[in-house]
């Protein structure tokens, strides 16, 4: 079974209010044109910057039972994969077969993996998820996004300066993905991030602009942007890079100005830090470019 549009199995989490996972992902994918199925590994009523955290988790052999369903009504080819926040060692063991099954009726798979474990030098997994992703779950990927902790994390390397960054994207070839992008790094400076994204021997970077808040969701969002960008782009990692950066950042930008209208100063508190990506379904669809990626010259 195929057709002319490009199809998605996401398998990430999910929150009743807000988003982050599947909430942040799904929305964009199908405005940019992607049939998109997605299995919510766990449903919590919103997420864990909240106070209070209620709702279930998937089991494995739930999962199961949900591709077993796919497989048997036939429904179970796609052009893409796409998994993000996975909460234990099992449950990514259990997405590797998943994946395995699904290159079978499709070996021409996409997989694109966000490899969630942490950001700012703390883990949000459980630590024994890390050699899961690391010797199992990264080679099978055509696409990483990890974020500068996270790389440093799966390549047991520190990153202090772009050199160091080029040697882990390097390292992090060499496990298996053709497509490497930092999807955040600290060395900008004070007023931005560094984005960073290689491919068959080139390499690009990326600015991103800072904003004081912190947003959840932000990973999500540019994994499934990046997936869509890199499919309509036919592989074009500059405009891949400048599409899903500048999306991300009108989203922010106007995200944080909102929620200043409404609390000027202080610590903007998680409900007024929602992602506003439906009110920008227009940029989503026709980004504007507003920041250049810059190729970096081989050594």
Request: glycine fraction near 6%; charged fraction near 20%.
């Amino acid at each position: 079974m195929s057709s002319d549009t490009p199809r998605v199995l996401s398998i990430q989490s999910h929150v009743v209010h807000g988003y982050v996972g599947n909430k942040s992902a799904v929305f964009p994918l199908q405005v940019l044109g992607f049939e998109v199925d997605f299995i919510n590994t766990v449903q919590f009523s919103t997420h864990t910057a909240y106070k209070h955290i209620k709702g279930q988790s998937l089991k494995n052999e739930e999962l199961d039972e949900l591709i077993d369903g796919l497989t048997m009504n036939e429904v179970d080819y796609y052009t893409h994969f796409l998994t993000g926040y996975s909460r234990s060692p099992d449950s990514l063991k259990k997405i590797v077969e998943i994946l395995k099954k699904l290159r079978e009726k499709n070996p021409k798979l996409n997989y694109v993996c966000d490899p969630v474990m942490g950001d700012n030098g703390k883990m949000y997994v459980p630590e024994d998820i890390l050699p899961v992703y690391r010797d199992i779950v990264v080679p099978l990927a055509d696409v990483i996004t990890p974020n500068q902790f996270e790389a440093e994390l799966i390549t047991g390397m520190k990153m202090n300066s772009l050199q160091d960054a080029l040697k882990i994207i390097e390292a992090l070839h060499e496990k298996g993905p053709k497509t490497v992008v930092l999807s955040s790094t600290e060395l900008g400076d004070e007023n931005c991030m560094i984005g960073i994204a290689s491919t068959a021997g080139v390499q690009f970077q990326i600015n991103i602009p800072k904003v004081d808040a912190t947003f959840t969701g932000t990973g999500d969002l540019f994994a499934s942007l990046f997936l869509a960008w890199w499919h309509k782009t036919n592989n074009n990692l500059k405009l891949t890079l400048e599409n899903t950066i500048s999306t991300l950042q009108i989203i922010v930008k106007d995200t944080y100005q909102k929620a200043r209208d409404v609390q000027p100063t202080g610590k903007i508190p998680p409900q007024l830090r929602e992602l506003r990506i439906i009110q920008n379904k227009n940029f989503i669809e026709n980004p504007k470019i507003t920041i250049n990626a810059i190729e970096l010259s081989p050594k």
